[in-house]
Every structure is written in structure tokens, then in C-alpha cells.
């Protein structure tokens, strides 16, 4: 892997833009940055790591849990977070995308939203009997779990190896998890190739179509 050098005299030219304006020096930049990103990774913990860390003491020392439970133990918008729990349901059957860009959706706060994705984990983890098929887009290619060569566990023909797994415990998808990341070694470069060095141009640098 070779270093662009136009990427490093911008970044130069950049940085020294910023440490020659007032009251600004390479040591606040690098404090600066070094609290943005401890700052970050503390928010992520504190919001997500916490509450996950809640969830599985629960589902250990309180099982069986329900949706609704969880609802309630990590929410106190019971009516906030069960809304966004019934639009994730609604989502999980509908024949469309599943959203990615909350921020547009809900102005409810985050903590809400963090319960009902809890709350649809525990969902989930009890659909032992639904057809579920997996799939996972790369690059140029997508991975399904449904076209996965599983193990037949039942040796019945009207069950399919993938809806006969149980995709919340770790062990039933430890072995789809190494066959995706099998097949990402034996074609790197189709997965990961390089990109336009162009920014005018798209990441594959064939021209835009007006």
C-alpha cells in the first residue's frame, strides 16, 4: 500500500491553517482531538455498553423475559419506546429496506430507541419457528445465510437449515460468520478495492451519468 503524497502536504496545509489561528497551537489541537475521541468512545459505552451489560443480567437472572419487559425496565417513555418497538416489528415483515437514518424519523431521545432495539432483540431471539434469511451486501456481492450449505438438523425437507438456527445465540451463527469471512479472504480484491484517487470522480472512477 503506497502513501499519496498530495493527501499528506493537504493534510499538512491543513493543519497548519488551524494551529495559526488565535489563541491555537499543535498542543491545544492534539488535546482537542484526543478529548473528541475519548469523549466518543465514552458516550458509546455509557449509552449502549451500559445498558447491554443491564440486558444480559437480566436475561440471565430473570428469563423468561418479554419484549414488553424490557420495555419498561430501560425506558421511562413507555408509550415513546413501545412505538418504536411496534414500527420495528412493522419494518422486520414489510418487503421494504429496513431504515438506517433515526435521526430523521424520531426526535424522541435516543435512550427510547435504545430500548425498543432491546426490546425487539428479545423478540427475536424467541422466533425460533420463522423463516429468516440473513443477508449481508458487500462490494460487488451478497452473502445469505439462506444459500448457506447448513447442516440439515431435522432432515426435513419443509424446513430450511436457516430457519432451523436461532440467530441470537452465538453458537448457531458462529459458523455462517466464518463462511462469510472465508469467502471475503478468497476474493480481496473484488471486496476491498482501491478507490478513484479522483475526488470529482465515484469511489469506482467510471465518469457520473447526468
Known amino acids: 500500500m503506497t502513501m499519496d503524497p498530495r493527501v499528506l502536504g493537504i493534510s499538512a496545509r491543513r493543519l497548519a491553517h488551524i494551529i495559526s ?26 449509552d449502549i455498553g451500559v ?8 436475561r440471565r437472572d430473570q428469563a423468561p423475559l418479554t419484549p414488553e419487559q424490557v420495555l419498561a425496565a430501560f425506558s421511562d417513555g413507555p ?9 420495528g416489528l412493522r419494518w422486520a415483515q414489510g418487503p421494504d429496506p429496513l431504515p438506517t437514518h433515526f435521526a430523521q424519523l424520531y426526535s424522541m ?17 424467541k422466533e425460533t419457528d420463522r423463516y429468516i434469511q440473513v443477508d449481508v451486501k458487500t462490494r460487488n456481492w451478497t452473502w445469505s445465510l439462506h444459500h448457506m450449505d447448513l447442516p440439515d ?23 455462517p460468520i466464518l463462511d462469510y469471512f472465508g469467502r471475503c479472504a478468497a476474493n480481496l480484491a ?21
Open 21 to 46: 489561528q488565535p489563541d491555537s497551537n499543535l498542543g491545544t489541537f492534539v488535546h482537542t482531538l484526543h478529548s473528541m475521541l475519548e469523549d466518543g468512545n465514552r458516550r458509546i459505552f455509557q
Open 51 to 58: 445498558s447491554a451489560q443491564r440486558y444480559l443480567e437480566m
Open 79 to 87: 408509550e415513546q419506546a413501545g412505538s418504536a418497538y411496534q414500527d
Open 109 to 125: 431521545d435516543s435512550r427510547h430507541l435504545l430500548a425498543a432495539g432491546l426490546a425487539l432483540y428479545e423478540k427475536a431471539s
Open 153 to 175: 438438523l431435522d432432515d426435513s425437507i419443509w424446513t430450511p437449515p436457516s430457519t432451523e438456527r436461532n440467530w441470537a445465540y452465538f453458537d448457531d451463527r458462529w459458523e
Open 190 to 210: 473484488s471486496l476491498w478495492p482501491m478507490p478513484c484517487p479522483d475526488p470529482a470522480l465515484p469511489i469506482d472512477g467510471l465518469p457520473l451519468r447526468l
